[in-house]
Structures are given as structure tokens and as C-alpha cells.
């Protein structure tokens, strides 16, 4: 491997290097750096500032896009095979990455902390039970337990009638006879509920991180400022860096490589916030920069290799778990959906065929922007529907010519139909369209470096570790082997904290 110029060597090897510091890769710097193994994070995008992330003493913090400036840091970069290189930079403190893609858009984010920031706070086991079934080595008692563990930690409960909920799922739609909602129904939540209805202390968790109990507005697609949205970096890296973690923010990767020699990985990154390039070093490598920048790293780590026979499965298995997203609006004229959870629970739509389960949200948080009057009103009366679902998993991610390509194939995959019948029913029922864009677009992409029995199959074992790379595991939803149906967050944690346990077997040795 060719060093990138200006290079200081950064010391001597830790045990494990993880890239990315989001739902998977927060997971597994707390675990490792508990086991006593020295652990450092590379993370390209920066700490953002909340109040947990200030009650850590991080002294460089990025706001939450706000304002006129708030424009130019919605996104960190976009991604398209005719743009110069196939990817463009806009931002180094950018909230969002895009990738549009042949059959399908996929939208990411770039912080500490990753995509728990822009999630909706959910947190369910997959809509099957026999996920984790047909593994060797892998039990699914055990992936149960840290399931169990993670809502521990996340305090998560769905919401109930006796929180006061302004915009609560169960009510929105009693009167339309096609939908049903109910508490029994609703998801579990990674919020800080209040415990007195109507007010919203600030409290400490057991790590004394800081944070605010929900004040039912702000939580949500741009943020949680007061940190009432449980986020990896707040619930995880307080304790990775106790006890003795190092977190490099604003650090984007750009070459990898195995010294076979030393028996270490070297990882060169550029250092955005010193403008410096650095060498770190690291036993064991650990991947979690997300399905996207995960599979692009081990796609450039390929073309390196020079070999068409290495990891012969790379790319394939992606998916978008089944994402669509509408737009519908009320007809009421008083309507108002700017308060409320990030999520204000889900309905179930019943059509003539079938049912399906959608999710509600308002749009209150891009109040923090500038926007016309007109537009404002729209949203205000406005609700995101978002369906999921078991697609096919059978799309690509592929290099062209070194640009990063997504093809996929949304008719090949039933779940598309079924959620479009739904949309269809609730606007007939109402009498108020559903708007939806013309092809998928994900915020929950998985496959392309997947779980499987065998490397013709996928990428990584039962353990998470790759194949076909020494002393490398992937953590994060590019190894998920299917799509978990719902809400992926809590499976993702739950696979990172597996693979964590695996790592420090091996580290050990």
C-alpha cells in the first residue's frame, strides 16, 4: 500500500480499530474497551452538539442544521456515477449522505453517533421469528438476550395514553374505516419519556452523561438537541471512553490495508479537522461505517487485492427493507401534526387483499429552517407515512469504473405492491392523496457483505468475521442476511454486540 502524503505514524497498534461510531460501531467500542482491549473509532462526520455530547466535555461540536446556515450542512455529500469521481462532497459537518442509485435512492448520515441522530427511535426485534435460525455457531438465545439487554439500555417502552401525547397514532384515524390503531400495536421507543406528563426534566444516566426528558417537539429527522432521543454515541461511548477508547471524529478513511509482516492493519485517514493526513493501526479491524461506506470500503479493498476470485459474494444480498414513504395531508384546516413524538406510533391499513403496517411521523423539526409561509402550512397539516417490509434482498452494489453503483429491481419485490394497495386505500378512504416518489428511497439499506454459511454465499461467518480478510469482521447492517421487516436499529445493535463478543475472544488469544 501506498502511504498518503504527509503521514505522521500515530504510535503503536491498538487491538481493535473500528470504522464507524453509529448504531453497530458505538456497540462495539464500549464492549471491546470493557474487555480491556484498546479500542479506537474512526468517524468521518463530527460530534454533534447536544446536551449529552457537552456533558462529555467534547470541546469540537457541530450544530444540528438550523437557520439560513442550516441549508448548507443538510448534506455531507452526494453520490451518482456521472458526478466527477461519483461522489461530491458538500460539507464536512453535512448531516446526510445521498446515494441515488439505478432502482433505488439511499439516504445516509455522518455523525458520531451515525443514524441514531435521524431515526425515528424505534427499537423492535425483526418481524420474523426464525431470523437467526440456519447459522452454524449461531444461537439465536443468545442474539435474544442482547435484544432484551439493548431495550435495557435504551429504557425503551412504547407509548401509552397516559404520557398526554400530542399527534398519538391511536386516534388520528379512529373514524376511517380501514384503519386500525390501538396501544397494544405500538413500537418500542428509545425516548425519554417524561415521568411527570406535562413537564420535561433534565436528568443523568448511570455514565452521569446529561440529558432532557421529551418535550414532545424537536426530537426528530434534524436532531435531538436536548438528547430526549436516545442516541448510540450518548447510551455507548460514555463508558468506551471511560474506560480508555479513543474516538477520532471528522476522520474520513481513505486507504486500508493488512501488514501480513506486523500482523496489523493500517488505516490511513484524512483528519478534517487538522487538515493533516494519519496512519492508525490496529489488530483487528472492525467494520461499521454503515451498509453503504462499508461495502464501498471492501469494494476499494478488492480492487486492491487485484484478485476476481476474492470475496466473490461482495455486493451482493442489498436491500432497502421494503422503505416506502408518502406524504398525506389532512383536510381539516386546524390540523396540526408539528407536535409529538419523532414517531407518533403506527396504524395498521387493511385493503381488499391483505394489511399493512405504517408508521407515522410529523414534520415539525424542519421548523428549524427557514421556509416559505405557504410551505410551512403544508407541513403543518401534513404526516409521513413510512411501510416496511421483507423485500427481496436481491440487489448489487458494484464498482463502475471506481464509482460506487446500486442496482436494484423494486418489482422483484411483492412488499412494494402491498404498501402502494395501502397508500392507495388510506387516500381513497380519506379522500386525501398519498404522495410517493416514483422509486424507493431507503434510510434503512442492508446486504453487500452478508452473513452466510460459506464465502460463495457471502462475506462473513456466523461470528461476523470476514471470509476472505485476516483479522477483519463486519458489524453492521451490511452483514444483516435479510431484511429484518421493520425497524432495523435494534438488530443491528444486537448483531455489533455479537460480533463485539467475538472480537474479544479473539483479541485474547
Known sequence: MTAIPDEPIDGPACDVLVIGSGFAGSVVAEQVAAAGLAATVIERGPWRDNLPVR???????????????????????????????????????????????????????SNVGGGSHVYGGLL??????????????????????HYRVLLDRFAARAPLPADALPNYAPGLFDTVPVVHSDARMQPAMGIAFPAVPGTARRVRSAEGVEYGESTYRGDGLLGTAEGAKRTADAVFLPAALRDGARVHALCEVRALDYDAARGHWCVDVRDRRIRRNRRLRGRFLVFAA???????????????????????????????????????????????????????????????HDSQDVVLSGLGALEQLPLPARLRRVLRSGLVLAAMGADAGDGCIRLQRGRLQVDYDAARSPVFARIGAAFRALAEATASPVAVASRPLTVHPYGGARLARSPAEGIVDATGRAFDLPNAYVADAAALPAACGGPPSLTVMAWARHVAGHVIAAGRR
Open 290 to 352: 454503515g451498509t453503504m461506506n462499508t461495502v464501498r470500503l471492501l469494494l476499494r479493498a478488492r480492487e486492491q487485492h487485484r484478485d476476481p476470485q476474492h470475496m466473490p459474494a461482495l455486493g451482493r444480498g442489498f436491500g432497502g427493507n421494503g422503505d416506502v414513504a408518502g406524504f398525506w395531508r389532512s383536510a381539516q384546516p386546524d390540523a396540526d401534526f408539528r407536535s409529538g413524538l419523532p414517531c407518533f406510533g403506527r396504524i395498521r391499513v387493511r385493503t381488499a
Open 55 to 109: 456533558t462529555l466535555g467534547i470541546d469540537h461540536r457541530a450544530r444540528y442544521p438550523a437557520g439560513w446556515r442550516g441549508y448548507a450542512s443538510l448534506f455531507w455529500g452526494l453520490n451518482h456515477r456521472l458526478l466527477p469521481g461519483g461522489r461530491m462532497r458538500v460539507h464536512r459537518d453535512g448531516l446526510f449522505e445521498l446515494f441515488l442509485g439505478s432502482g433505488m435512492d439511499v439516504l445516509c448520515s
Open 124 to 145: 423492535e426485534r425483526p418481524v420474523d421469528p426464525h431470523y437467526w435460525h440456519g447459522y452454524p455457531g449461531l444461537d439465536p438465545e443468545e442474539m435474544e438476550e
